[in-house]
């Protein structure tokens, strides 16, 4: 059994749980060729983390994340995980990067969207949508620029799917306010706790419009119904997507193996 931990729960929607696991596999045996004593299987749940006695702590000694033993089991802290000192890989967002996540994690490399529409190598973009009729339907910019319909926009009821997410709601400030604009613009704010809520909100009329990153556009068309009503509106620039990572004490050794692997395999 490994001693380390990983997981990839950003896309893990149920519909695409063996896709997600087909990923983890080309990952592990990939690793596991360079030496790396990779798990079988990804944590889903804080079930499938190991105890963490006293808690998750900084390279001070500080507790930054309580032992998963004690959160709830089905369910999945994703700090958790990230913090977690048995973390092999994992991905995250470039949110709680920013936030601090940063300071305690290593960075080992970015997928590649070029499936996705508003995807370009390492980069990605936010499709704004808002339910079908309400305004024109409008493609990627073709040269990553964002394409912000202030008009449409304002006074409107804006959801995002979690306060630290940079595609859903630190992206679109930043657009916002290069264009002299703030959260200000819309009438309403409100938190879904996911993007595919998001979506379901706006198809049954209780929000106008969110900024959805454009994988997650990509599944919700392929298994979400209710986007079938909500159609994209405008677009963010495109950003560095979600960054694989790993433990900050993971050895210098394996981060360079871990790297060789995601560049060439993610």
């Known amino acids: 059994m490994s001693d380390f931990v990983a997981g990839l ?4 929607w149920s519909e695409m749980r063996s896709e997600v696991d087909a990923q983890w596999a080309r990952l592990r045996d ?10 079988q299987t990804i944590a889903r749940v804080n079930a499938d983390l190991r105890p963490v006695e ?3 702590r900084d390279a001070a000694g500080k507790v930054i994340a309580p ?3 004690t959160l709830p089991p089905d369910e999945l802290d994703f700090f958790g995980l990230w913090l977690h000192p048995a973390l092999l890989l994992a991905q995250t967002c470039w949110g709680p990067m920013e936030l601090g996540l940063a300071t305690h994690v290593q960075l080992i490399g970015q997928p590649r969207y070029d499936a996705f529409e508003g995807g370009q190598g390492e980069l990605y973009s936010s499709a704004l949508v808002m339910r079908a009729g309400e305004a024109p339907t409008v493609g990627s910019p073709s040269d990553g620029s964002p394409l912000i319909p202030l008009d449409v926009l304002r006074d409107k009821h804006f959801t995002f799917n979690s306060l630290d997410s940079m595609s859903g709601i630190i992206a679109p400030t930043r657009e916002l306010e290069a264009l002299g604009e703030s959260l200000d613009i819309f009438s309403e704010r409100s938190e879904s706790g996911g993007h595919r809520a998001s979506i379901v909100a706006i198809a049954e009329g209780k ?5 959805i990153d454009c994988q997650s556009w990509a599944n919700a068309r392929r298994f979400e119904p209710a986007a ?18 790993t433990a900050r004490t993971t050895p210098e050794k394996i981060v360079v193996a871990l790297r060789e692997v995601v560049a060439a395999t993610a």
């Open 9 to 12: 729960p950003m896309y893990d």
């Open 30 to 39: 990939a690793f596991r060729q360079k030496g790396i004593d990779a798990p």
């Open 54 to 56: 006293g808690g998750i």
């Open 67 to 69: 032992d998963p033993a």
């Open 207 to 211: 929000a106008d419009v969110a900024a």
């Open 228 to 245: 079938e009503a909500v159609t994209v509106v405008g677009w963010t620039r495109r950003r560095k997507g979600l960054p694989f990572i």
